[in-house]
Nanobody, 114 residues
Framework: VQLQASGGGLVQAGESLTLSCAAS????????MGWYRQAPGKQREMVAV???????NYADYAKGRFSISRDNAKNAVYLQMDSLKPEDTAVYYC?????????WGQGTQVTVSS
């Protein structure tokens, strides 16, 4: 399974970004896809995840500002990020978890300037 993430970039505080991730390969239909992030000097943390059935879970800091969505037909997951803050600056990783294993994308840099 390969995950290809895109959509990162440099934005100013208060602006929005949408991240996209497409999975390819042998994918079990029942799975969890989501986004994690890692800021310099910090551990990787969950941002938001969504099951193939539509259930979602958000980190507290993401609630109300970020929205995760999926397109199961395309094995894709998206993260709409609004009202971005400088503390959202991190490398964002796409992930897929299934009974066959856990897979990670290469990461996409999001930088929010104040």
């Amino acid at each position: 399974v390969q995950l290809q993430a895109s959509g990162g970039g440099l934005v100013q505080a208060g602006e929005s970004l949408t991240l996209s991730c497409a999975a390819s390969g042998s994918i079990v239909s029942l799975n969890l896809m989501g986004w994690y992030r890692q800021a310099p000097g910090k551990q990787r943390e969950m941002v938001a995840v969504a099951t193939s059935g539509g259930a979602t879970n958000y980190a507290d800091y993401a609630k109300g500002r970020f929205s995760i969505s999926r397109d199961n037909a395309k094995n894709a997951v998206y993260l709409q990020m609004d009202s971005l803050k400088p503390e959202d600056t991190a490398v964002y990783y796409c992930a897929l978890q299934s009974i066959r294993g856990n897979y990670w994308g290469q990461g996409t840099q999001v930088t929010v300037s104040s």
